[in-house]
C-alpha cells in the first residue's frame, strides 16, 4: 500500500489526476494513465487492470492518492471553522459525547469525517444513501497515539493530520497503513510535460 499527497495551486480534480499519474508511475510502472470506470457508488477504479486500487480525495489546495492491492479509501479534508456545525449530523452518539468534552472540537470533528468518509469510499458506497446514515452508522474511537477503533470490522483505518488539514485511510481486511509519502507540485508538473 502506497500513500501521496501535495499541496496544489491548480484545480483539485485536475492535480488528483496528476498525482495518480505520478503514483503509478512510481509504484506500478504505468506510463499512461488508464481508463477510469465508476462504480454504481462512484467508486473509480481502473477496468484494464481491476487488481490495481486506488482513491483520490481533494479539499482547498490538499491532495491525497492511495494505492493499494486491496480496496482502499482516501480522505483529506482542508480544516475550514465554518463547517464544525455538522457535528451533531455526523457523530453517533458515544462519538458526540467525546466531542464535548473535547479540548479540539474542529480536529476531532474533521478527524472523525475523514475516518468516516474513507469507510464509504472503501467500501464503494460512498454517501449514495442518507448521509445521516451513513455517517453516524460508522462510529470510531481514537485512542491513544491516534489508535482507530470501529464498529466497522474487516477493515484497518488510520488517521493523519498537519496544521490545516485531517486525512483519514480505510483499507480492507487487517493492514499496516504506512506514512504519507509528500510529493512536491513542481515533481508533478514535471510527470504532466513526459
Request: aromatic content about 10%; proline content about 4%; charged content about 20%.
Amino acid at each position: 500500500m502506497w500513500l501521496f499527497a501535495t499541496i496544489g495551486s491548480e484545480d483539485g480534480r485536475k492535480t488528483a489526476r496528476t498525482l495518480l499519474q505520478y503514483a503509478i508511475g512510481q509504484i506500478w510502472n504505468m506510463t499512461l494513465l488508464p481508463d477510469i470506470a465508476f462504480t454504481k457508488g462512484g467508486k473509480p477504479w481502473f477496468p484494464d487492470h481491476p487488481e490495481c486500487h486506488f482513491n483520490l480525495s481533494h479539499s482547498g489546495s490538499y491532495v491525497l492518492c492511495g494505492l493499494a492491492d486491496t480496496p482502499i479509501g482516501v480522505d483529506i479534508e482542508e480544516v475550514v471553522l465554518s463547517k464544525a456545525v455538522l457535528a451533531p449530523y455526523i457523530m453517533h452518539l458515544s462519538e458526540l459525547t467525546r466531542y464535548r468534552d473535547s479540548s479540539d472540537k474542529i480536529g476531532l470533528m474533521y478527524t472523525l469525517w475523514t475516518l468516516k468518509e474513507s469507510y464509504v469510499k472503501c467500501t464503494g458506497e460512498g454517501i449514495t444513501y442518507h448521509p445521516q446514515t451513513a455517517m453516524k452508522t460508522t462510529v470510531f474511537d481514537i485512542g491513544v497515539g491516534q489508535t482507530v477503533t470501529s464498529n466497522r470490522k474487516g477493515f484497518s483505518f488510520k488517521t493523519f493530520s498537519g496544521k490545516k488539514w485531517r486525512a483519514a485511510i480505510c483499507v480492507k481486511d487487517e493492514k499496516e497503513i504506512p506514512d504519507i509519502n509528500w510529493v512536491l507540485s513542481s515533481n508533478l508538473k514535471k510527470e504532466k510535460q513526459l
